[in-house]
């Protein structure tokens, strides 16, 4: 009771259920991941679980080749989707920050792919890019592009690029809303005094609003790199990680493993170097890209 009456415990009874809570539900399967990924644990057969120590990740760095492929498709997924997403979004926000009739539908209409779910958003794209009754194979006949429907998520040479481009649609407008929240921080002094120094649009936006918006681009490009790597909903609605492994991911690659084939040490292990993967990365990311500091 002593310990109740003393007003410095106060604060820590407060957020006490919050601690309780990030520690069950974060730290908790974190912790398990790692215990996990030092042990031969499938379900369906309980007889062969126990402790293999580094054995998992022996078996990913020498003889997973798999795994390999699997980086190198991560890496291009997160490039080509991280920068198109960043030129499109910006681009799409310089033009609703200009002044039209309807610009607050227009950005309200901006915002919609976005709140729709990647499970649907795959679901829609997959019935419009379908070789039978796609829309995209009707399209693309009708202008001459093509003489004949194509399988466009069925085709090793297409099925990265639809996926791709499923997503650009999808994550545009997170760049878009981003950005043109921190042009509306942008005191418009600064374009008046450009424009009175004789400066154009196109000084005015790589004097006053590339250097405004640094931050907020190093941020979100960050945010939205952790987020692709770790995309699964759509990239499994769509392909499954096919056809002939062309859109397998590392994370689409410990689905499968998991969940699919019930090993969950090694997933877990796949996991583990996925978490470090991400952590040097946000890491070596912020520190040369210089987040934070003034000019």
Same mark, same amino acid.
């Given at each position: 009771?002593?310990?109740?009456?003393?007003?410095?415990?106060?604060?820590?009874?407060?957020?006490?259920?919050?601690?309780?809570?990030?520690?069950?539900? !974060?730290?908790?399967?974190?912790?398990?991941?790692?215990?996990?990924?030092?042990?031969?644990? *499938?379900?369906?057969?309980?007889?062969?679980?126990?402790?293999?120590?580094? @054995?998992? &990740?022996?078996?990913?760095?020498?003889?997973?080749?798999?795994?390999? #492929?699997?980086?190198?498709?991560?890496?291009?997924?997160? $490039? #080509?989707?991280?920068?198109?997403? !960043?030129?499109?979004?910006?681009? !799409?926000?310089?033009?609703?920050?200009?002044? &039209?009739?309807?610009?607050?539908?227009?950005?309200?209409?901006?915002?919609?792919?976005?709140?729709?779910?990647?499970?649907?958003?795959?679901?829609?794209?997959?019935?419009?890019?379908?070789?039978?009754?796609?829309?995209?194979? @009707?399209?693309?006949?009708?202008? /001459?592009?093509?003489?004949?429907?194509?399988?466009?998520?069925?085709?090793?040479?297409?099925?990265?690029?639809?996926?791709?481009?499923?997503?650009?649609?999808? /994550?545009?407008?997170?760049?878009?809303?981003?950005?043109?929240?921190?042009?509306? *921080?942008?005191?418009?002094?600064?374009?008046? #005094?450009?424009?009175?120094?004789?400066?154009?649009?196109?000084?005015?936006?790589?004097?006053?609003? !590339?250097?405004?918006?640094?931050?907020?681009?190093?941020?979100?490009?960050?945010?939205?790199a952790v987020w692709e790597f770790n995309n699964v909903d759509l990239i499994f609605t769509m392909t499954g990680g096919g056809p002939a492994n062309m859109?397998?991911?590392?994370?689409?690659?410990?689905?499968?493993?998991?969940?699919?084939? *019930?090993?969950?040490?090694?997933?877990?292990?796949?996991?583990?170097?996925?978490?470090?993967?991400?952590?040097?990365?946000?890491? $070596?990311?912020?520190? &040369?890209? /210089?987040?934070?500091?003034?000019?």
């Open positions: 009771m002593n310990a109740l009456n003393n007003k410095k415990w106060w604060p820590y009874l407060f957020i006490a259920p919050s601690v309780i809570l990030l520690v069950g539900f !974060l730290f908790y399967p974190i912790a398990n991941v790692f215990i996990l990924s030092l042990q031969d644990y *499938n379900p369906t057969k309980p007889y062969a679980n126990g402790f293999t120590g580094f @054995d998992n &990740f022996t078996q990913i760095f020498t003889g997973d080749k798999i795994f390999y #492929s699997t980086l190198v498709i991560s890496l291009k997924w997160v $490039l #080509s989707e991280v920068i198109l997403q !960043l030129l499109l979004g910006l681009i !799409l926000a310089l033009l609703l920050n200009q002044t &039209f009739r309807f610009r607050g539908l227009a950005r309200a209409a901006a915002f919609l792919p976005w709140a729709i779910s990647g499970v649907i958003t795959a679901t829609m794209w997959s019935i419009m890019f379908n070789e039978h009754f796609g829309v995209i194979n @009707d399209l693309l006949k009708r202008i /001459g592009f093509i003489s004949q429907n194509m399988a466009w998520t069925a085709n090793p040479s297409t099925a990265f690029g639809s996926i791709v481009t499923a997503e650009l649609w999808r /994550g545009i407008p997170f760049f878009a809303i981003t950005l043109l929240a921190a042009m509306q *921080n942008i005191p418009g002094e600064l374009y008046e #005094s450009c424009k009175v120094d004789g400066g154009g649009r196109w000084r005015s936006f790589f004097s006053i609003t !590339l250097p405004f918006l640094k931050d907020t681009i190093i941020l979100t490009t960050l945010l939205r859109t397998m991911t590392l994370p689409m690659y410990i689905a499968n493993q998991a969940i699919k084939s *019930n090993n969950y040490g090694y997933g877990s292990a796949l996991t583990v170097i996925g978490v470090i993967l991400l952590t040097i990365f946000a890491a $070596l990311y912020l520190k &040369f890209s /210089g987040f934070g500091k003034e000019e």
